[in-house]
Nanobody, 126 residues
């Protein structure tokens, strides 16, 4: 079992910055990749970013590329999402997710992930 706890959400003005954290606990040695997803009201959950645990390779949705940065501190079992130049359309509940012993590379799909955090609200005001 892996437990994930997000923190850092809140209200930010358009053009501003906000950082999210996701701390993993439990059988963290089994994590192969971690990702961030978001879901806005009335919309489906969508991929935001992912990072592999071993090589630190990163992957981004086109909508956030160049504005968001995902990083990981394996020693702390924590993954971060730094959001810069945020837009009102970035408003959503952001959830982190962990994949266990899966090296298929399907980072963009929510089905790839085995564990999910409870989510944290990010609201961008215009």
């Amino acid at each position: 079992q892996v437990q994930l706890v997000e923190s850092g959400g809140g209200l930010v003005q358009a053009g501003g910055s906000l950082g999210l954290s996701c701390a993993a606990s439990g059988r963290t040695f089994s994590i192969s990749a971690m990702g961030w997803f978001r879901q806005a009201p009335g919309k489906e959950r969508e991929f935001v970013a992912a990072v592999t645990r071993s090589g630190g390779n990163t992957y981004y949705a086109d909508s956030v590329k160049g504005r968001f940065t995902i990083s990981t501190d394996n020693a702390k079992n924590t993954v971060y999402l730094q959001m810069n130049s945020v837009k009102p359309e970035d408003t959503a509940v952001y959830s982190c997710a962990a994949s266990i012993f899966d090296f298929s590379g399907n980072y963009y799909s929510s089905r790839y992930y085995d564990y999910w955090g409870q989510g944290t609200q990010v609201t961008v005001s215009s």
